[in-house]
């Protein structure tokens, strides 16, 4: 059974210190995207890669996230140094090759609190 | 840009009663448009699907789908509910962002469904 797999499933830190989050695709998967979920906000999309390279970051803020796709199992998501506002759950999603209309997988994402 | 309202944010209904969940959307184009399912603690699971075709999509776990062009509704129903039925529910629509891959989705804010024994 082909899932999502992310690490940390859980993971509490202090302000100002550097947040690593991690994603394995599905194999064979050639798009993955990472999402943001908060009670304010609701879901928002934050990074969407294809074939590993960066398609559309619009939706990060730049100054401390970076997302990275060192190999085509795995995908990183970054902060630096971070913030009690970016306490949230990070969802990464991977998408199969083929047809705009296919739908994402979803990791079960990581809990971010910053205190 | 494209946009989706759900405007419900919380619904209760007794366990063997119908259910329907408003979704109204806002895209230029025949849109692809999908309902997730999360519940507490999980990642998000696809109920069901609409790019073209039949206007009514079958889903999993009994869920149904009904795409109303003249409304930009994509409403989802269940005969009756269970009680594992109770968890959010999101609507999304997907964007064809390039040609063989998957579309960017943006997403409703969702509506928590509780089931009453």
Known sequence: DARVTQTPRHKVTEMGQEVTMRCQPILGHNTVFWYR?????????LA???NRAPLDDSGMPKDRFSAEMPDATLATLKIQPSEPRDSAVYFCASGP????YNEQFFGPGTRLTVL | AQSVTQ???????SEGASLELRCNYSYGATPYLFWYVQSPGQGLQLLLKYFSGDTLVQGIKGFEAEFK?????????KPSVH?????????????????GTASKLTFGTGTRLQVTL
């Open chain 1, 37 to 45: 979920q908060t009670m304010m906000q609701g879901l928002e999309l």
């Open chain 1, 48 to 50: 969407y890669f294809r």
């Open chain 1, 97 to 100: 090759r083929g047809v705009s």
């Open chain 2, 7 to 13: 405007p419900d944010i919380h619904i209760t209904v």
């Open chain 2, 69 to 77: 062009r003249s409304q930009s509704s994509f409403n989802l129903r």
């Open chain 2, 83 to 99: 009680w594992s039925d109770a968890a959010e529910y999101f609507c999304a629509v997907g964007a064809q962002f390039l040609a």
